[in-house]
């Protein structure tokens, strides 16, 4: 599993060094979502998400609830969901929040927020999600979470994982 978690720090981080070939959000969506389709595809795994009808490797271009959502399916099984993620670009806290709560209520490996925020906010909004995990009786200890964090000062990505109950 650590594998997997690193790979999509790595992919996201890498992201940092594509700025100039994306233009706007709908750009960024696009690119953020087929790198995680790569680490699905580099670990044998399935993919649903929107790619606004761009055919990209083994994604079946349908959101299910969330942004995006990496899963093992064998055999015409459904086994396990090893990431679910919401992507928010709307820098306003209330609309982080509303997208990230979707993510308390799966059981996934690896659960992903992946926002925008300046950086005199970086830290309280961070906390205020933190605070949602360990107050939540949906989520469990040990549950893995991600922050990909595009900071504007930063004008970049910054992955941090949380695990709750290690606070």
């Known amino acids: 599993m650590n594998v997997f978690i690193n790979d999509i720090v790595d992919t996201i981080e890498n992201l940092n060094n594509k700025k100039k070939e994306f233009k706007n959000l709908r750009e960024w969506t696009i690119g953020v979502k087929k790198s995680l ?3 699905a595809d580099r670990h044998n795994l399935s993919v649903n ?3 606004y009808d761009i055919n990209y490797k083994n994604n079946q271009n349908l959101e299910w609830l ?4 990496i899963y ?8 396990e969901v090893f990431l ?3 992507l928010e670009w709307n820098k306003n806290y209330d609309a982080i929040e509303e997208d990230f709560v979707k993510l308390l209520f799966v059981r996934s490996k690896v659960r992903l927020m992946l ?6 906010n970086y830290v309280e909004y ?5 605070n949602i995990i360990e107050k939540s009786n949906s989520c469990k200890k040990g549950d893995i979470y991600l922050f990909a964090i595009w900071h504007t000062n930063y004008d970049g990505f910054k992955v941090e994982k949380y695990i709750k109950g290690e606070r």
């Open 37 to 39: 389709i790569d680490v």
């Open 49 to 51: 998400c929107s790619l």
């Open 66 to 69: 969330y942004d995006i959502i």
């Open 72 to 79: 093992s399916y064998k055999d015409n099984v459904f086994n």
């Open 84 to 86: 679910v993620g919401e």
């Open 115 to 120: 926002c925008e925020v300046n950086e005199q």
């Open 126 to 130: 961070k906390n205020r999600l933190v």
